[in-house]
């Protein structure tokens, strides 16, 4: 019934509207319930249409899908099609419209093909923005029968289509079709710079007795005008490019810090040379300076000694390298500057690093040596404007990361404001764009930054706070926030806010990631003074806490008019320092979070003011203050009280309420019909686990009663924490069947990794009889080998051991005849032997201190031989837990 109705569908809409009108009245609204809930538009169905019996089924199958691809590509970049996060490493995200395009490229080169698919592979081929879905379709091509099908496919070659794999299967179509073609279009295929076309043709060619084209001249084809044209346009891009005339040259450095040493090697052109130090420039684009000899010390008191030599180095050695990697298509990622950690990011195909050393050896008239690099690396990418999108992108971004440095790492702020407007002219829509931008627009306000606008040291500090009353004190921190410079110790992970500050730059990795540890002085961290914490990270947590100005709402009007300028701090975060994105912080979120902090609400609403125009910021900030003085009487539990019982009231889920963990600490008894509200309204397994711990910490006793219901659950969390709520609540012995089912039947794995340790020591900590008995089921649990984490079977034994349970032992010695490389759920590499990683584990995890244990792994130093005494050790033991626990 469906696909009859489809079908009358169809045939209506092919002979009553038009693919604009079709767009209007049908596309956009199954593409917004694609978009809205995951609805897919009938699109496979229209594919299957395309092939139909009746012309008018067909026409109709083809106009439906050209104006669904059209509005989806339409949406796309419009923004109505919403980019979504993926959970995929490195993934940047997908689009719907972008995925729905892609499944009907990649169905219409699977499906059965008509003279009527060409219509939606025109649409390919002459609009979608994806060169890779052209390429999906082109199978397609091949089931297409008929003139219109040789006309359609001569039509891609004069002139030649910008898609060279679309060129690559229209030219094979003509050949297999023997379909007539001009001359003059196949001369000139025979001599085009792509390898690939020019191979087709010259087979085309020989098959038709045609001229001999002679043999290719890749020094006269790089010198023609369409790549003359795209060398000139890679060389605009080259913010940073060596003379013609400038030496290539091999640096060797070696470091020394302590007792670690190492050597590296640059290749590059020497830009310049003072003798004892010298500037190469890279192939990267990197500017790099080389000393004879250099020492740099750390604030950490440490030092590195660096020793440089440069010295000739052939080109033409380099060029043949850059060729092998390119003609095994770079599987290693040798091309990238950071091999596969970078490369994982930027694909195989051209590289900045080949491009460069192409461009340089074209204005070095070197062509030979030029097309060696540049027509390979062209053959990587679809189309040869790609060649300078790549560079474009890639140039654009190194040119982000200079700002970057100069601004976060080097606080020389003429150098950004110069690096930003290079930016913003010559890279438009490249990743630091939108920063540069901003940026460049700062940088004049902010000449006084770090000059006449500085932050004292702590005993300046002490001494001028004396003077200042404490709107002058708020004053005075809040316009200093804009100096904060913060740097990322580890990834992933984001900058400490309240990393120790200093008067002079720190410096910065020139991918503008780790800090420079540069800096002596020490001055205040004005957020830390602000609102008090710990300053700085690792070691220097350990010091005494700072107090700060302890805000209260009353201080909100002097820290509202802060949140009008969104000044950025020269903090710089990233997930993974070869990932390529880096984000640079600002103030107002800080100010919005140390407000909404004290309001216990949302009250500065720092995301929406990223909307609003300079009136509504006003006109927002008076709201903020007019809110504050008619709640600074209020105590911090009226004020926590209110906003929870607004969102409440809002139906607002539990997982994004806010300040029910404090009220829940406060024991605010306004607290308990909500938390047995949501027991009874909250869906996800997720939050209801959240909710049923919460209500642990609040009062055990009050929900005794819901922890009844989800002792049934077939959550095994959910079972866990209800036996935890009647355990804790008073009814141990329900709450120990709970746990006994659980430890005897339930799946490890599907238990959070401290789970099993948690609630065994929960029972043994109780002493009865019957809880013991409980704990030590978990041994005779047929999925006792699902648990995974080595610390987690070790502390199950060695607590039980404690508590005179000595099952746990006996339980490693099946382990430990194991000879293949699987435990239960669990499969390591082939050739591992499971007996053995189970000794390392005892060893190891279990007993590492026991003399015994000690004496085994000195005298068997092989796992293999280790086996046999441990089985000795774990029976003993065993034993001897029994008989302390017969003695008792």
């Known amino acids: 019934m469906k696909t009859r109705l489809l079908s009358c569908w169809v045939v209506c809409f092919a002979v009553d509207l038009t693919p604009a009108q079709a767009r209007d009245a049908d596309v956009v609204k199954e593409l917004q319930a694609y978009y809205e809930k995951g609805k897919a538009p009938p699109w496979a169905e229209g594919i299957k249409q395309l092939s139909a019996d009746k012309p008018e089924q067909r026409i109709g199958a083809a106009r439906y899908l050209v104006a669904l691809l059209e509005q989806a590509q339409t949406d796309e970049f419009s923004g109505k099609a919403p980019w979504r996060a993926t959970p995929f490493w490195g993934s940047s995200g997908e689009n719907p419209a972008r995925n729905l395009r892609q499944h009907i490229a990649e169905e219409l ?85 792509r390898p690939g076309l020019r191979e087709a043709a010259r087979k085309i060619n020989k098959e038709r007795v045609g001229a001999d084209p002679g043999p290719f001249d890749h020094v006269k084809t790089v010198q023609r005008p369409a790549l003359a044209a795209l060398m000139t346009s890679i060389g605009a891009l080259l913010d940073q490019s060596a003379s013609p005339e400038a030496e290539f040259v091999k640096v060797t450095t070696t470091w020394t810090a302590g007792k670690d040493t190492g050597t590296s090697t640059t290749l590059g052109w020497l830009v310049k040379n003072d003798g004892d130090a010298w500037v190469v420039l890279t192939p990267f684009g990197h500017r790099d300076t080389f000393h004879k000899q250099q020492t740099i010390k750390n604030r950490r008191g440490g030092e590195t000694v660096t020793q440089s030599k440069w010295e000739k180095y052939p080109i033409a050695a380099e060029v043949k390298r850059v060729v092998a990697v390119r003609s095994k298509g770079d599987p290693e990622f040798e091309l990238s500057e950071r091999g596969g950690l ?83 002219q010559r890279y438009p829509g490249t990743r630091f764009h939108d920063y540069a931008v901003k940026l460049a627009r700062e940088m004049p306000r902010r000449q006084g930054d770090f000059k006449t606008l500085k932050l004292p040291t702590p005993e300046e500090w002490a001494k001028l706070k004396q003077k200042l009353a404490r709107a002058e004190q708020i004053a005075y921190l809040g316009e200093r926030l804009r100096l904060l410079n913060c740097f990322q110790w580890g990834q992933p992970g984001s900058y400490s806010i309240t990393d120790v500050q200093y008067a002079e730059p720190g410096g910065m990795a020139r991918d503008a990631s780790w800090g420079g540890g540069g800096g002596e002085t020490k001055v205040i961290n004005p957020y830390v003074e602000l609102v008090g914490g710990r300053e700085g990270i690792f070691g220097e947590d350990e010091k005494k806490p700072f107090k700060g100005l ?127 509200k949501y027991l009874d309204s909250t869906p996800s397994e997720y939050d209801l686990h959240s ?98 984490a080595e610390w987690v079977r070790a502390s199950l034994v060695n607590q039980c051991a404690e508590a005179g349970i000595g ?11 194991i000879k293949g490389p699987s435990i239960g759920n669990i499969s390591y590499a082939e050739g591992t032997v499971v007996g053995e990683v189970i000794a390392r584990e005892i060893i190891e995890v279990l007993a590492p201190k026991d003399p015994e244990i000690l004496r085994i792994k000195k005298q068997f130093p092989r796992a293999s031989d280790q086996i046999d005494p441990l089985k000795e050790w774990l029976r003993a033991r065993a034993k001897v837990v029994a008989a302390k626990t017969a003695a008792k």
């Open 807 to 817: 099952d746990g032992y006996l339980s490693y010695l099946p382990f430990l005849d």
């Open 342 to 424: 970078t490369g994982q990011f930027q694909g195989r195909g051209a590289s900045v690093y080949e491009v460069t050393l192409a461009h340089w050896l074209y204005t070095a008239k070197q062509f030979d040596l030029s097309a060696q690099l540049l027509l390979p690396a062209l053959d990587s990418l679809y189309m040869d404007r790609h060649l300078v999108d790549m560079m474009r992108h890639r140039v654009g971004e190194a040119a982000g990361y200079r700002m970057l440095v100069a601004f976060a790492g080097d606080r020389d702020f003429a150098e950004t404001q110069r690096l930003a407007e290079a930016l913003v």
């Open 691 to 788: 909710l049923l711990y919460w209500c642990l910490a609040y009062d055990p006793s009050a929900f005794q009663a819901a922890a009844r219901k989800f002792a049934k659950h077939k959550s095994v969390d959910l079972r866990l924490a209800a036996g935890r709520l009647l355990f804790a609540g008073g009814a141990r012995e329900e709450g120990t069947r709970v746990f006994a089912d659980i430890l005897e039947h339930g799946s490890p794995w599907q238990l959070e990794e401290n789970a099993l340790p948690t609630l065994v020591k929960t029972l043994l900590k109780e002493g009865s009889q019957e809880s013991k008995q409980a704990a030590r089921l978990i041994f005779k649990n047929k999925r006792y080998t699902e648990i995974r």
């Open 109 to 193: 080169g699977r499906a059965k093909a008509s003279p009527a698919t060409l219509t939606v592979l025109r649409w390919y081929l002459h609009h979608e923005q994806v060169p890779r879905f052209q390429e999906a379709i082109l199978p397609a091509l091949d089931k297409v029968t008929g003139k219109e099908a040789g006309a359609f496919c001569l039509g891609l070659l004069q002139p030649p289509h910008e898609n060279a794999v679309v060129v690559l299967a229209a030219l094979q179509q003509v050949g297999k079709r023997k379909t007539e073609l001009p001359d003059a279009v196949l001369k000139a295929l025979c001599d085009h710079h």
């Open 550 to 676: 302890q805000l209260t709402v009353a201080d909100i009007p002097h820290l509202a008019p802060f949140l009008r300028d969104d000044w950025h701090i020269l903090c710089v975060s990233f997930w993974r320092s070869f990932h390529p994105d880096r984000h640079l912080g600002t103030t107002r979120p800080l100010f919005a979070g140390i407000i909404n902090s004290l309001a216990k609400r949302d009250l500065a609403q720092a995301n929406a003011m990223g909307q609003m125009t300079a009136p509504e910021i006003d006109k927002h900030i008076e709201t903020i203050i007019r809110w504050a003085k008619e709640n600074a009487s209020k105590s911090e539990q009226q004020l926590l009280w209110e906003t929870l019982e607004e969102e409440v009231k809002a139906g607002t889920p539990w997982g994004r309420l806010s300040n029910f963990y404090r009220l829940i600490e406060l024991k605010d008894k306004r607290v308990l019909p909500v938390l047995l």
